[in-house]
């Protein structure tokens, strides 16, 4: 047992139950579509992570789920919310990017005002194509720093616009292996200034950068990034993290974290865990317990 006990943070989370919930198509290397899913499975593992939240002292509110978005359920994608600031998302598959009005009006409902990325990026020499931001899936504040991933679905030109935004530093990293096509699926914040995260999913520079910014970094297997480890929720003390992830939990465990196993098998299906299913509402600074 590590001689010290780490602080947790309240935390705000915004979460879509998988009420339409299936496979329909196929975006990523876990998807195969019209894989069989058990819905009312899948929605007894989603409400048992909100369940293990609200238990630690988390406060969760829900989206309604709209019928035909069976990927709403991640709400990981929809936005990135820093200091109270909401910057929407734009898809890059057609079939998720109705979603990204879905949660633009509950955003709006709830009080805030939501930004969008433009369509295109500011004119400038170069091959000018269009802009994909999916929200917490490619962008993780820690360190006062954005950690924004590119390489399958946000563009380095939402990089750009993130940063000018939210006037937070950015630091884009390649992505480089399908199975990891979102940042959050290879990478998580454990608190205000460290990361866990499976070098593998990387290019040789952006893990370089990886090594430079977080020496002291838990750096996690390809089996604990297979099976969904990664893509864990911290409060700075508990780690909501898939069961499966095991070296991982051994070293959160050595490391002084406690690990909160939470099971969604039938969401790795689609290619989503804890993370994906959890977008955080970050409030401004001055409003934070
Ligand atoms: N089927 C979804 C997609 O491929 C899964 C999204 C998972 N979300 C995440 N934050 N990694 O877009």
């Known amino acids: 047992m590590p001689p010290f006990h780490r602080a ?21 290397p876990w998807m195969r579509e019209g894989a069989p899913v058990d819905a009312a499975l899948a929605r007894e593992q989603w409400r048992a992570l909100v369940a293990a939240y609200r238990a630690h002292g988390h406060v969760v509110e829900t989206i309604e789920p709209v019928p035909g978005l069976p990927d709403m359920v991640f709400a990981a994608n929809a936005a990135l919310v820093l200091d109270g600031r909401v910057l929407g ?61 590119s390489g399958f679905r946000t563009t380095p030109e939402a990089h750009r616009q993130v940063q000018e935004f939210f006037g937070v530093p950015v630091v884009g990293l390649r992505l480089t292996d399908p199975y990891f096509y979102h940042l959050d699926t290879a990478l998580f914040a454990l608190d205000e200034e460290n990361v866990a995260y499976y070098p593998g999913a990387f290019s040789p520079g952006s893990r370089e950068v990886l090594r430079r910014l977080f020496p002291d970094a838990i750096v996690a297997g390809r089996d604990d990034a297979m099976a969904f480890g990664l893509n864990a929720v911290s409060d700075g003390r508990h780690v909501f993290v898939a069961p499966g992830a095991t070296g991982l939990i051994d070293a959160l465990d050595r490391r002084g974290y406690v690990p909160v196993p939470v099971e969604l098998p039938e969401l790795h299906k689609a290619g989503g865990g804890i993370k994906c299913c959890t977008q955080e509402i970050r409030a401004p600074k001055e409003a934070q317990p």
């Open 8 to 28: 947790w943070r309240p935390r705000r989370f915004l979460c879509c139950e998988p009420a339409f919930f299936e496979v329909r198509y196929a975006i990523n």
């Open 89 to 149: 998302s734009r898809f890059l598959a057609p079939q998720r990017q109705p979603e990204a009005e879905a949660y633009r009006t509950w955003f709006k409902a709830a009080g805030f005002d939501v930004h969008e990325t433009e369509p295109e990026p500011e004119p400038e020499p170069g091959p000018g194509t269009g802009v994909v931001c999916e929200g917490e899936g490619d962008l993780v504040p820690v360190a006062g720093l954005v950690l924004a991933g």
